[in-house]
């Protein structure tokens, strides 16, 4: 079996043709070579992964290189090159910093500086990690760096340019490297699929291209593993599986949430993300990034801008023609300010889920200046007949003959709040008695007195009605409409009522019956010890209630069971507290009603020393257990 190598160093690049991303910097150091000025010292920066040590080898390689292309191309087959190659090069020396930091191994490289090449024209000296270099070798390889021999030349590479002195940078040509761009690295890794006979589509590319955040050898190391995962045949769903990668599917689904006004489907798409284990963080990263790519989109134009494959397009294409610039304008508002909230808030998940609300609302917002108003009352129907009043003489009050109350009958009772004229004002009418409820009742002859309708009363105009006491007037006159109680609506329902009613039908549920008859001890005792177990959720409690000492007695024709706590703390808490609720669920387990419950304190003389050793404990076994001092006596064992 042949040792496998990885892509990321079976695929190096050993020319500058072959540098992914970095065309810029090939053409100018191949031209420096060609006209003759090299520098002494080169500086070689950028981010992980983008090619700062694979180019300083190239171009070291190009430097000695005895047959360079007619494009200063390293040819590879000339001893300077192969001696490279197989590690064993005298003009081409490799220094790590991070292990080879101290003043003593910079003095150590420049007595060697001053040694010439045995092979080609230049000493190559590339210093890999250079910023790990300390302070004082810093200002050590200063003089050496500034004037080397004329053969020796300096090749610096780094990750962070920042931790380098300005005067090493004062004495260097600097590159400033990119990041790969994701069209450069989906196609590097298109070709190597291709040499490894991986089959594998383009989204999964661009994931995997993403992923690497611009380094060509995270891409590297991640086809690696991706391959590893599934195969030569390779899924997109596979790979967002292995990769853990939120799918695109999510962020166009949840846009479309937005769009909608439905917060709920938002919700639950949101939780299931959570439970697959996504750190909220980064779904807060991903919908911004979706909503920057559909403002992209919306322009048109900006395709460069956009670095997704061409069926991802297309849906962006479709979605942004549904979203005004406005929505997305503000909804990237809303997800820029949840990210940069995120770490202060007490409640993440919240956090994230108020935002996403907030964005189901950008489209369809509830209008929350409009009041709230109960319903009204709808007016009474319109009487179909007048009906027959009896009448007595204009002296006595009339009272009707009480009657079975039915759903035909109704009470009409005159209000002391009703205006009246002067003269009626003496005078109150008695409840009247009128049969079919929605007519109105006729007047009586008593004296003048002003009814409000329903009408009239929500308008507050009230009209006296004068009567002359006569019959004849009496039936003439309009009779005064019967004020009807007001129809329970739901805003006339209090919350104290409701919960009321809730907890009555709750107790009514839960109701046992329970016999007058007054429990053994063997029950009470027995029911006692499975209390504990039910206030489980209550842990300190559970633990109080059983490690209490209790006793039971008759008192007052009850059986009273008195459990003892620790401290008056307890007492008082489980009295205010818990006392009544314990004695209740203690009745139901028995069966009885002649049971009472009561919490104390454990005397002083109680709470006396425990026993610590060995032998206090034995002692105090020996003196509760009488058996255990009969077992010591007979097999003569030694309690010490």
Known sequence: MSEYIVSARKYRPDSFESLIGQDNIAQTLKNSIIRGKLAHAYLFCGPRGVGNTTTARIFAKAINCSNPSPDMEPCGECESCRSFQEGRSYCIHEL??????????????????????????????????VHMLSTAAFNAFLKTLEEPPAHAIFILATTEKHKILPTILSRCQTYDFNRISVPDIVSNLRMIAGKEGVNIDDESLHVIAQKADGAMRDALTIFDQ?????????????????????????????????????????LLKFDEILSKGFNALHFCAALSSHFRDLMVTKNGGLDALLELPDSLKARYVEQASRCSLKFLYDALAVTTACEAGYKQAVNPRLHIEFALMKLSFLMKAPDASRPVSAPVSQPAPKPVAEPVVRQSSPATVPVAEPVEPSSSVVKVVSEPAVRQSPESAATVSEPVEVTAAPVRPAATSTGTIAEKSDLEAAEGNVKPVESTGSPAAAAESPAPRARRKPAKTGAALSLNSIMQEEETKKVEKQAVVIEDAIPDDEVLLNAWKTVPAEYASSPRLANTLQNADFSVEMKDGYKLLTFNVSNDAQEKWIRANRLMDLEGNLQKKVGSSKLRLEVGVVPMADKGVQPYTDQEKATALMGQNGEVQNLIKDFGLETK
């Open 226 to 266: 991706t391959v590893a995962f599934c195969g030569t045949d390779v899924k997109y769903e596979e790979v967002l599986k292995n990769l853990n990668v939120l799918d695109y599917d999510y962020s166009f689904n949840l846009v479309d949430a937005f769009l909608a006004g439905d917060y709920g489907t938002a």
């Open 96 to 129: 790590d910093a991070a292990s080879n930091n101290g003043v003593d191994d910079i003095k150590n490289l420049m007595d060697q500086v001053q040694i010439p090449p045995q092979v080609g024209k230049y000493s190559v000296y590339i210093i890999d990690e």
